[in-house]
């Protein structure tokens, strides 16, 4: 249920004065320690950004889709390693329990997801299964009394801290999709291991790292939906996720947006203002242009979601066009730097790294490409 226009506007507002205020000041030591200060995280959880899309009948603030992606576009002018910290909480590693979870595990998780309690992953990706992400080898088998879980999952965001994990495993002969099935696997249980943290490209405090199961007996009340449902559930729980990722993209772009602003209004040569030389006016009108397209592009997709539509093929679309697009306005920043924006100090280079990954991760380009083109093919036109 959508919040009144006030509570909402109120929100949005402390979220905003949050970015500027508390986490900006933070950038350059997040990406120094690649690690999100303590403090910072019991800010947030008090703040409910850890329950942004779980219902208020589980604690949390039960948000639309549109009003979740306002806020993501919000969050997005900061590091994006901050969001991440509870990104899987609201996104892939809460919401395929909130899709097809019974109301017994949604009574005994979603409370303390909301409140930041329990860290949640999602594991889909495996070191030999990427896009094609129906192949999963991870193995679940039914003993008779319990599943038994093998298998080794990667990339897995936030894994390090993770207390929960859906787990995509096959439980089927049926080939692709058709034989997985998705668990709920707490860390605690015995068999359940992390490895060590990659080192990554950017979104420094944010960590990934393999997760490996080895023989865990999983209780046949840790599956979510019906056997053979898995990666349908996550399917949509990445329908989702993309819609809040794309608008993530448009937040770093407007954060880039007026950084290059305030740069080029200050920065000298030729006897004016770099935002005088209409080279540079181009570059900025080339970015707000994408970044207003996308924003567009977004909350009416956010909007036909809570309306009741199918948006696979919009979601896709969004994903594609706003992660694409937020890689061009962050080469464009550092452009309009110059040297400056090659240099750590000014922070442009540690967003073009950051930005780099919404290319890839939830569905690359091309994985985006080929499912707008399957549902434009099938819808006919
Ligand atoms: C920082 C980070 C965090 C992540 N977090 C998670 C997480 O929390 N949970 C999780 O499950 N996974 C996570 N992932 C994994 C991520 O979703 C995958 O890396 C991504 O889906 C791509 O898979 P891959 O890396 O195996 O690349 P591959 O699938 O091997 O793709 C390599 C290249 O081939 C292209 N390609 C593949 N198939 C086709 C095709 N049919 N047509 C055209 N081109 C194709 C791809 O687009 C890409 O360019 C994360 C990854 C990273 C880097």
Redesign the pocket.
Same mark, same amino acid.
């Given at each position: 249920m959508a919040l009144d226009a006030e509570t909402f506007d109120a929100l949005i507002d402390t979220v905003r004065r949050f970015v500027a205020e508390r986490l900006r000041p933070l950038e350059a030591d997040v990406e120094a320690n690649d690690a999100i200060p303590d403090d910072v995280t019991a800010e947030m959880k008090a703040m409910g950004l850890f329950g942004l899309s779980i219902a208020e009948d589980y604690g949390g603030l039960g948000l639309t889709m549109i009003e979740e992606a306002k806020v993501a576009i919000e969050l997005g002018r900061t590091t994006p390693a901050f969001r991440s910290s509870f990104g899987?909480n609201v996104g892939?590693g809460s919401q395929g329990l909130v899709m097809a979870g019974s109301p017994e595990q949604k009574a005994e998780w979603l409370p303390r997801i909301a409140s930041g309690e329990v860290i949640t992953?999602?594991?889909?990706?495996e070191p030999d !299964?990427?896009?094609?992400?129906g192949a999963v080898k991870t193995k679940a088998v039914w003993d008779g009394q319990a599943y038994r879980l093998s298998g080794t999952?990667?990339?897995?965001?936030?894994a390090d801290k993770a207390d929960l994990f859906t787990v995509m495993a096959r439980t089927g002969d049926e080939p692709g999709g058709r034989g997985v099935s998705a668990f709920l696997v707490p860390r605690s249980l015995a068999g359940v291991s992390i490895g060590e943290p990659e080192n990554?490209m950017g979104?420094k405090g944010?960590k !990934?790292a393999d997760v490996m199961f080895d023989d865990v007996i999983v209780p046949a009340e840790n599956r979510l939906g019906a056997e053979g449902e898995g990666f349908k559930i996550a399917m949509r729980v990445l329908d989702r996720g993309r819609l809040h990722i794309s608008a993530v993209c448009v937040g770093v772009a407007e954060r880039l947006i007026a950084d290059c602003v305030a740069y080029a209004s200050e920065r000298k040569q030729f006897g004016k203002p770099i935002a005088e030389h209409q080279l540079i006016q181009a570059m900025i009108a080339d970015s707000k242009t994408e970044a207003l397209a996308a924003r567009a592009l977004v909350l009416e997709t956010a909007a036909a979601k809570d309306a009741g539509k199918d948006v696979v093929m919009e979601s896709a679309a969004a994903k594609y066009f706003a992660s694409e697009m937020v890689g061009r306005v962050a080469d464009r920043a550092v452009q309009i730097y110059g040297g400056a924006g090659y240099i750590a100090d000014y922070g442009i280079e540690r967003l073009y790294r950051d930005v780099r990954?919404f290319r890839?991760?939830?569905?690359?380009?091309?994985?985006q490409q080929?499912i707008i083109a399957r549902e434009t093919l099938k819808r006919g036109g």
């Open positions: 899987t892939i992953s999602f594991a889909l990706t !299964v990427g896009s094609d992400s999952k990667r990339y897995i965001t936030n990554k979104q944010a !990934v990954l890839i991760y939830e569905g690359t380009s091309q994985i080929l």
